[in-house]
């Protein structure tokens, strides 16, 4: 399977800890895209990056969430003392060098801070 | 500011019915793109379709259509003779084709359309 791949598909934390998501995308991909999906809503974007370079963050990411993409290749998303307003759905997308082009979802890391 | 909505917040409909799920957007670019994902009970999103702000020609792809209105800001998608397969969460998105933005995608909120055998 060459889709997106996110891990872990659940992370259950208590308030105040760090918690540390993984997204590989389609290898081929340069773009690589976070966003966060709370119950009844659409998927809100949070930040994005062409190759390694992260070129725009949400005013949603906070000072307590960092992304990193080493390499140009998988991403990581840290939340660092983690809130009970963090709860939710954290999906990675990507796509090629055109950001019109259309974004591949991975499976989503659910997110619930006890 | 760009923004998309879906009024139908939900919709059920028994098998082979056609139903048809409203998107209206508002934007001040002149070039944008538009999309359809469906989001189905196993929760990853799918694409469906991207149209960009030029093309107003109607789309039609099997069972599905989609209905560009730059007129009235709209972009409906018809599902003739429904499944019960395409019970699912609907989301119409929107995005820049320049700038900074470009590639960010501003989604609705999801139209839930459950299909009724």
């Known amino acids: 399977d060459t889709g997106v791949s996110q891990d872990p598909r659940h992370k259950i934390t208590k308030r105040g800890q760090n918690v540390t998501f993984r997204c590989d995308p389609i290898?081929?991909?340069?773009?690589l895209y976070w966003y966060r999906q709370t119950l009844g809503q659409g998927p809100e974007f949070l930040t994005y990056?062409?190759?390694?370079?992260?070129?725009?963050k949400s005013r949603l990411l906070s000072d307590r969430f960092s992304a990193e993409r080493p390499k140009g290749s998988f991403s990581t998303l840290e939340i660092q003392r983690t809130e009970q307003g963090d709860s939710a759905m954290y999906l990675c997308a990507s796509s090629d060098f055109q950001g019109f082009n259309e974004q591949y979802f991975g499976p989503g890391t659910r997110l619930t801070v006890t | 500011a760009q923004k998309v909505t879906q009024a139908q917040t939900e919709i059920s409909v028994v098998e082979k019915e056609d139903v048809t799920l409203d998107c209206v957007y508002e934007?001040?670019?002149?070039?944008?793109?538009l999309f359809w994902y469906k989001q189905p009970p196993s929760g990853e999103l799918v694409f469906l379709i991207r149209?960009?702000?030029?093309?107003?020609q109607n789309e039609i792809s099997g069972r599905y259509s989609w209905n560009f209105q730059k007129s009235t800001s709209s972009f409906n998608f018809t599902i003739t003779a429904s499944q019960v397969v395409d019970s699912a969460v609907y989301f119409c998105a929107l995005t820049p084709a320049y700038g900074g933005s470009q590639g960010n995608l501003i989604f609705g909120k999801g139209t839930k359309l459950s299909v009724k055998p």
């Open positions: 290898s081929e991909h340069n773009r």
């Open positions: 934007t001040r670019d002149t070039t944008y793109y």
């Open positions: 990056f062409q190759n390694e370079a992260q070129l725009e």
């Open positions: 149209r960009n702000s030029f093309d107003e």
